[in-house]
Nanobody, 125 residues
Framework: QVQLVESGGGLVQAGGSLSISCAAS????????MGWFRRPPGKEREFVAA????????YYAASVKGRFTISRDNAKNTVCLQMNSLKPEDTAVYYC??????????????????WGQGTQVTVSS
């Protein structure tokens, strides 16, 4: 079992930056590919970014590529998402997730075994 807790969400102006983190407990995340998903208001959950177990591979949704960076520190059991050039459409609840089975990265929510409770990110225009 892995418990995931996100933190760092908040209110930021358009064009600004924010870093959100995911702290894992219960088991080392070195055995898991990790991902970030988000649920905009009134919309379905969508993939944002994923990183492989070693951190050597990362994959991003087209909507955030070039603006967001996912990283991980297996020694600290944490995953971070650095978000730059934020836009109002980035407003969402952001969720951290852990994937035990994928060899690389996965954009599919059904591939992930554990989820955090989410952190709210609001970008004002």
């Amino acid at each position: 079992q892995v418990q995931l807790v996100e933190s760092g969400g908040g209110l930021v102006q358009a064009g600004g930056s924010l870093s959100i983190s995911c702290a894992a407990s219960g088991r080392s995340i070195s055995s898991y590919a990790m991902g970030w998903f988000r649920r905009p208001p009134g919309k379905e959950r969508e993939f944002v970014a994923a990183i492989s177990r070693s951190g050597g591979d990362a994959y991003y949704a087209a909507s955030v590529k070039g603006r967001f960076t996912i990283s991980r520190d297996n020694a600290k059991n944490t995953v971070c998402l650095q978000m730059n050039s934020l836009k109002p459409e980035d407003t969402a609840v952001y969720y951290c997730a852990a994937d035990l089975r994928s060899v690389g990265t996965s954009i599919w929510a059904r591939a992930y075994d554990y989820w955090g409770q989410g952190t709210q990110v609001t970008v004002s225009s």
